[in-house]
């Protein structure tokens, strides 16, 4: 298995050569008697002969290089650890940018050599049956039997169903991440006002909300009581909203319509709505 390290197409990957600490270039010689660490000449120090502490010109020595063929007599070690290296840089089927980085080979040459060797070998036939029947295989023997039970079922770690439900909490029956996160993103900022939604929809807007006898009525001032009644926000919820987001912009020095948000999980025209009489009755600013 040395000798695969001396494929890496990188040379500083490699140690120098011991004798005159240059980069080691194919074909090298490595000591077959010194190391480890192996003991590495390049060719122009190997035919001086030199010799360093317990390093004698006479030891025996193997020659380091890639440049043989193993699967395909025009295709050297070199060249097929240099495809490899770039179906994996490239991606599989970028045949094109593969052969650009190859630069000894053309696209098709690669495409085709790949293709032979990597994907229709039968060396790796079996392999591949192997995944086939797990995948039929998967709907048959990992549905999750119930039971009643305080824990909810979870997939069996590590097997095709918890892959397939990544990210999946049983305990809250829900995933991690949305199926489309940014899903009302486009519309966060947009603010029905509600005439026009009686136009659109035809329907009336719900009336405004009845304020007598809702407790924390009497802390409101008029302005906040018109607010109230015309967002539908109960007093001691709006209340509430508005000493978080004041104590969170006397904290930061600023409040943006974002931050508001992630304080106050409503509907976010409520929240926009009461942001904006926030700042506009001067309780709040803008960050
Ligand atoms: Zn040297
Ligand atoms: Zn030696």
């Not at 109230?228 to 978080?244: D, F, I, T």
């Not at 974002?258 to 409503?266: D, V, Y």
């Amino acid at each position: 298995m040395d000798r695969l390290g001396s494929f890496s197409s990188d040379p500083s990957d490699k140690p120098p050569c011991r004798g005159c600490s240059s980069y080691l270039m194919e074909p090298y010689i490595k000591c077959a008697e010194c190391g480890p660490p192996p003991f590495f000449l390049c060719l122009q120090c190997f035919t001086r002969g030199f010799e360093y502490k317990k390093h004698q010109s006479d030891h025996t020595y193997e020659i380091m290089t890639s440049d043989f063929p193993v699967l395909d007599p025009s295709w050297t070690a070199q060249e097929e650890m240099a495809l490899l290296e770039a179906v994996m840089d490239c991606g599989f089927g970028n045949w094109q940018d593969v052969a650009n980085q190859m630069c000894t080979k053309t696209k098709e040459e690669c495409e085709k050599h790949y293709m032979k060797h990597f994907i229709n070998n039968p060396l790796f036939a079996s392999t591949l049956l192997n995944l086939k029947q797990a995948e039929e295989a998967k709907t048959a023997d990992t549905a999750i039997p119930f039971h009643s039970a305080e824990d909810p079922p979870r997939p069996t770690f590590d097997s095709l169903l918890s892959r397939d439900m990544a990210g999946y909490m049983p305990a809250r029956a829900d995933f991690i991440e949305e199926f489309d996160n940014y899903a009302e993103w486009d519309l966060r900022d947009i603010d029905f006002v509600e005439d026009d939604s009686d136009i659109l929809h035809g329907r009336r807007s719900a009336p405004p909300l009845n304020l007598t006898g809702l407790p924390g009525t009497e802390k409101l001032n008029e302005k906040e009581k018109e607010l109230c009644q015309m967002v539908r926000l109960v007093p001691g919820a709006y209340l509430e909203y508005k000493s978080a987001l004041l104590n969170e912009c006397n904290k930061q020095g600023g409040l943006r319509l974002a931050q508001a948000r992630a304080l106050i999980k409503i509907d976010v025209n409520k929240t926009r709505k009461i942001y904006d009489f926030l700042i506009r009755e001067g309780y709040i600013t803008k960050a």
